[in-house]
């Protein structure tokens, strides 16, 4: 069975390590197992409990009304919120978060629907999705055995991401360009890569999607092949291998007249520097760099 320390259910739900005791000690909220060495240790139970209390608290329900309600109680409490919650970005991220804590599919379909209602695909996928997943990789990337958690919500958003584009009717576009779309080698977290997809496709570009898994040799073939007018790729994290694979593809393509570009995350220092290759801070720099 699954065990998590303090300091994981401080990273995980947000709540500090020292509310959490003082949550303990007053309110009997959690009872954590003890090592022979003292250690806490908290099972997927309360991991649940506690995300469930930050959500109503995050909400502005006091804690003096959540104390000795049941899991089932508080789930309850989670869904009149989903009713009547605010939109704002960190309250969805937050939400996103304890859905993906629980792996409740339904209640992520009922958060779907609501969002992309209030605020439309593309801002839902820009202020939502993309940054939680950022946070989500940073967080379990650094605790291997929350990994479950990050692969159930992808997996989901990969699914609507995959539905959005094969629905979209695109308009004609008199000019269209050919862009190829492609991950390093290894580099397997494409959300952010689909979104392009979509928004190229939206507005009647042609666009090969390659994904991950090629070296970059292949992906310089490719782009010759098919004449591509750009090569894309979109990370979540800037990894120093990400640099030496743009290094690597710029020395195929010099001779090129496709231009390659990089939307880079926030975590890690810019891979493009000092390479022939136009970067992107943001989804939002994407769009307005590619005139979409």
Same mark, same amino acid.
């Given at each position: 069975?699954?065990?998590?320390?303090?300091?994981?259910?401080?990273?995980?739900?947000?709540?500090?390590?020292?509310?959490?005791?003082?949550?303990?000690?007053?309110?009997?909220?959690?009872?954590?197992?003890?090592?022979?060495?003292?250690?806490?240790?908290?099972?997927?139970?309360?991991?649940?409990?506690?995300?469930?209390?930050?959500?109503?608290?995050?909400?502005?329900?006091?804690?003096?009304?959540?104390?000795?309600?049941?899991?089932?109680?508080?789930?309850?409490?989670?869904?009149?919120?989903?009713?009547?919650?605010?939109?704002?970005?960190?309250?969805?991220?937050?939400?996103?978060?304890?859905?993906?804590?629980?792996?409740?599919?339904?209640?992520?379909?009922?958060?779907?629907?609501?969002?992309?209602?209030?605020?439309?695909?593309?801002?839902?996928?820009?202020?939502?999705?993309?940054?939680?997943?950022?946070?989500?990789?940073?967080?379990?990337?650094?605790?291997?055995?929350?990994?479950?958690?990050?692969?159930?919500?992808?997996?989901?958003?990969?699914?609507?991401?995959?539905?959005?584009?094969?629905?979209?009717?695109?308009?004609?576009?008199?000019?269209?360009?050919?862009?190829?779309?492609?991950?390093?080698?290894?580099?397997?977290?494409?959300?952010?890569?689909?979104?392009?997809?979509?928004?190229?496709?939206?507005?009647?570009?042609?666009?090969?999607?390659?994904?991950?898994?090629?070296?970059?040799?292949?992906?310089?073939?490719?782009?010759?092949?098919?004449?591509?007018?750009?090569?894309?790729?979109?990370?979540? $994290?800037?990894?120093?291998?990400? $640099?030496?694979?743009?290094?690597?593809?710029?020395?195929?393509?010099?001779?090129?007249?496709?231009?390659?570009?990089?939307?880079?995350?926030?975590?890690?220092?810019?891979?493009?520097?000092?390479?022939?290759?136009?970067?992107?801070? $943001?989804?939002? $720099?994407?769009?307005?760099?590619?005139?979409?």
């Amino acid at each position: 069975m699954t065990t998590y320390s303090i300091g994981d259910l401080e990273a995980i739900t947000g709540v500090k390590a020292h509310t959490i005791r003082t949550w303990e000690q007053r309110y009997h909220i959690l009872t954590p197992e003890r090592t022979s060495t003292n250690i806490r240790q908290y099972s997927e139970t309360q991991l649940r409990i506690l995300a469930s209390l930050a959500f109503l608290i995050r909400q502005r329900v006091k804690i003096s009304q959540l104390i000795g309600l049941s899991e089932e109680e508080l789930r309850e409490q989670v869904r009149r919120h989903l009713d009547v919650r605010s939109t704002h970005a960190t309250q969805d991220t937050e939400l996103l978060k304890m859905i993906a804590i629980q792996m409740d599919e339904e209640k992520f379909e009922k958060f779907f629907s609501t969002l992309i209602l209030q605020r439309g695909f593309e801002r839902a996928a820009s202020e939502v999705f993309f940054p939680f997943v950022e946070h989500i990789f940073l967080l379990w990337n650094l605790e291997p055995h929350l990994a479950g958690m990050e692969v159930f919500i992808t997996s989901l958003l990969r699914r609507k991401m995959h539905t959005a584009i094969e629905t979209l009717v695109p308009p004609r576009n008199h000019k269209p360009r050919t862009t190829l779309l492609f991950l390093p080698k290894d580099y397997h977290h494409e959300l952010p890569l689909l979104f392009c997809w979509y928004e190229l496709r939206k507005e009647g570009h042609r666009v090969v999607y390659l994904g991950g898994g090629l070296s970059a040799h292949a992906v310089a073939t490719t782009a010759r092949k098919i004449e591509a007018d750009d090569a894309l790729c979109a990370v979540i $994290s800037n990894r120093q291998d990400v $640099s030496d694979y743009l290094k690597t593809l710029c020395e195929e393509m010099k001779d090129d007249a496709t231009r390659i570009s990089l939307i880079g995350g926030t975590i890690g220092p810019n891979p493009a520097e000092g390479l022939p290759v136009q970067y992107y801070k $943001s989804l939002a $720099s994407f769009r307005k760099g590619f005139g979409l």
